[in-house]
C-alpha cells in the first residue's frame, strides 16, 4: 500500500509558476512509477506527466510540454512537478498518482492522492 499526499497548489496569475510536490509513504517509492494528473471542472481527468522509477525516463501532455517538468528524489519519498508560464486553461485538481514501469508510457495507475487545487487567475 502507498500513500500519496500532494501540497503547493494555489492561486497565481497567469504567467507565474508553482511547484506542487508529493509525498509518499508506505512501500519502497523507487520501485513506483510516479505520475502528475489533472481534472478540471466540467472534465474527465486528463494525463499530465510521468516519470520513470529512477528518474530517467519522463514524459509531457502536449499542452504542458516546455512549461512544466516532473522530478523525483527517492530519498525524500517525493516527486514533484515544477510548473512555469501558467495559463488560465491551466486550472484544475492536479493528482499525484504511482503505478508500475508501464505507468510511465500511460500504463495502470495503482494508487491516487487526494488532489491539490491550482487556479491560474487571467
Known amino acids: 500500500q502507498v500513500q500519496l499526499v500532494e501540497s503547493g497548489g494555489g492561486l497565481v496569475q497567469a504567467g507565474g509558476s508553482l511547484r506542487l510536490s508529493c509525498a509518499a509513504s508506505?512501500?519502497?517509492?523507487?520501485?513506483?512509477?510516479m505520475g502528475w494528473f489533472r481534472q478540471a471542472p466540467g472534465k474527465e481527468r486528463e494525463f499530465v506527466a510521468t516519470i520513470s522509477r529512477l528518474g530517467v525516463t519522463t514524459n509531457y501532455a502536449d499542452s504542458v510540454k516546455g512549461r512544466f517538468t516532473i522530478s523525483r528524489d527517492n530519498a525524500k519519498n517525493t516527486v514533484y512537478l515544477q510548473m512555469n508560464s501558467l495559463k488560465p486553461e491551466d486550472t484544475a485538481v492536479y493528482y499525484c498518482a504511482a503505478g508500475g514501469p508501464s505507468l510511465v508510457h500511460g500504463g495502470r495507475t495503482d494508487y491516487w492522492g487526494q488532489g491539490t487545487q491550482v487556479t491560474v487567475s487571467s
Open positions: 508506505g512501500r519502497t517509492f523507487s520501485s513506483y512509477a
